[in-house]
């Protein structure tokens, strides 16, 4: 039997249908959410994909260890995870459905001395010339139906801060013509979107109850 993966933005239907489903993880929710209006219309390369990724202490994991004690967090920054992290495996089979070809990308994380909250930096290669006009109307019409991923105003990007404590992915995009790239950047709260409060979301729709259900009112706890 297999699992759905339990994105609701992409597999609410399959989700609403199973009984098993694998809930995803905080950075594979912010890079796929990310990416997925670039690769569904076609406006970027699916090679040289690089993904610059920071999460806050708990995006880390609840295991004791001396890495994640909070005086080896606090005034400090680091990358950790490379170049295996074991979320890999998790964004490149998702991307690869989405691009319908295998994709192999750069996912690289980093530490941040903060509770909650990730930040993914997505840098991609554009198939061709194109203007930030034209990328962010693609990406706001494939999102305007959707209750939790919100695509900035051109010229604003997001912040953890603005995301903490719901289910709420902020998108925002910047094309350089200079060097043909469209870079991607996606915050979330690792605790709520990437964890439990997806965990609920998909709960909810498993048991035929609104996707929202229980999730509009989440309490910004440490």
């Not at 089979?93 to 070809?101: F, H, K, T, V, Y």
């Not at 990308?105 to 840098?123: A, E, K, Q």
């Not at 006009?133 to 919100?150: I, K, L, N, Y």
């Not at 979107?193 to 229980?214: D, E, I, Y």
Request: hydrophobic share 40%.
């Amino acid at each position: 039997r297999w699992a759905v993966y339990g994105l609701p933005e992409l597999y609410a239907a399959d989700i609403a249908q199973t009984s098993l489903t694998a809930n995803p993880g905080c950075y594979p929710t912010s890079v796929i959410l990310g990416l997925y209006a670039a690769l569904k219309n076609e406006l970027i390369e699916p090679d040289d994909i690089v993904v610059d990724a920071k999460s806050g202490a708990t995006g880390a994991g609840r295991k004791a260890a001396v890495p994640t004690l909070f005086c080896e967090v606090s005034d400090n920054f680091r990358a950790y995870g490379l170049p295996r992290h074991r979320h890999t495996p998790e964004i490149e089979q998702e991307i690869s459905l989405l691009a319908g070809r295998e994709v192999r990308l750069s996912f690289n994380t980093h530490l941040l001395p903060m509770n909650r909250g990730i930040l993914s930096t997505i840098y991609t290669k554009l198939k061709y010339p194109v203007t930030l006009d034209s990328v962010h109307e693609a990406f706001r019409h494939t999102w305007e139906r959707s209750p939790w991923v919100r695509v900035l105003p051109k010229g604003a990007l997001p912040e953890t801060r603005y995301v903490r404590g719901s289910m709420f992915c902020d998108i925002g995009v910047v094309v350089d013509p200079r060097t043909r790239r469209l870079t991607i950047l996606a915050a979330i709260d690792n605790l709520c979107r990437g964890a439990s409060g997806q965990a609920l979301a998909n709960a909810n729709l498993m048991c035929g109850l609104p996707v929202n259900a229980g999730l509009e009112h989440l309490a910004p706890l440490a």
